[in-house]
């Protein structure tokens, strides 16, 4: 295991509302990134938090927002939920441009 | 920009034998790193090997070694010995290993092959 934790594990949602995913690094770590895995394909990159500040971002709209706090915890927030968005997040942490750990994955499915 | 490629969508083994999973990748980067990761079913991405690009030999690790050619810019996956827990999806992944810019170590994965080790 690598110590990256995530929760919930699985979530359901309707259209329109809102989502929030939470992301515990493992010790020692500083820096988080955010996937999206739709059923079938690989990880797309969402953004990167490196000390409390995006620090990179992938092709997806504003609507998608994060956040991580002093323990270098992170949230990922998703507003105006699509159907499209229905997919597996997940989370990795590593030391600054370090290996990244990925966590188990939250399960989001929106109806 | 960076991309992967992963052309086949599914393998077969025989337990025990040896299997190769291909990858290959374009950038016009001059340093980047590959990784291969394996994810069953459970979600759960694992770090298998990770290949530098300026690295002169093949990285290994266990049962695992990556076949990287530079040159045709492959870095394929040979998983010997094959066990029925190795049954799962492989992603190959490239990350921009440069210090200036706006590098800040995202992974740009493949499509994935999923791998199924027979008895």
């Known amino acids: 295991e690598t110590g990256v934790t995530q929760s919930p594990t699985h979530l359901i949602k309707t259209r329109g509302q809102q989502v929030t995913l939470r992301c515990s690094s493992q010790?020692?770590?500083?820096?988080v990134s955010w996937y999206q895995q739709a059923l079938g394909q690989g990880p797309q990159f969402i953004f990167q938090?490196?000390?409390?500040?995006?620090?990179g971002r992938g092709n997806f709209p504003p609507r998608f927002s994060g956040l991580q706090f002093p323990n270098y915890s992170s949230e990922l927030n998703v507003n105006a939920l699509e159907l499209d968005d229905s997919a597996l997040y997940l989370c990795?942490?590593?030391?600054?441009?370090?290996?990244?750990?990925f966590g188990p994955g939250t399960r989001l499915t929106v109806t | 920009a960076q991309k992967i490629t992963q052309t086949q969508p599914g393998m077969f083994v025989q337990e025990k034998e040896a299997v190769t999973l291909d990858c290959t990748y374009d950038t016009s980067d001059q340093s980047y790193g590959l990784f291969w990761y394996k994810q069953p079913s459970s979600g759960e991405m694992i770090f298998l090997i990770y290949?530098?690009?300026?690295?002169?030999q093949n990285a290994t690790e266990g049962r695992y070694s990556l076949n990287f050619q530079k040159a045709r810019k492959s870095a394929n996956l040979v998983i010997s010995a094959s066990q029925l827990g190795d049954s799962a999806m492989y992603f190959c992944a490239m990350r921009d290993v440069n210090a200036g810019g706006t590098s800040y170590g995202k992974l740009t994965f493949g499509q994935g092959t999923i791998l199924t080790v027979h008895p």
């Open positions: 990795a942490s590593s030391a600054y441009r370090g290996e990244q750990y």
């Open positions: 938090y490196y000390r409390e500040e995006e620090n």
């Open positions: 010790s020692g770590h500083n820096t």
């Open positions: 290949q530098g690009s300026y690295d002169e």
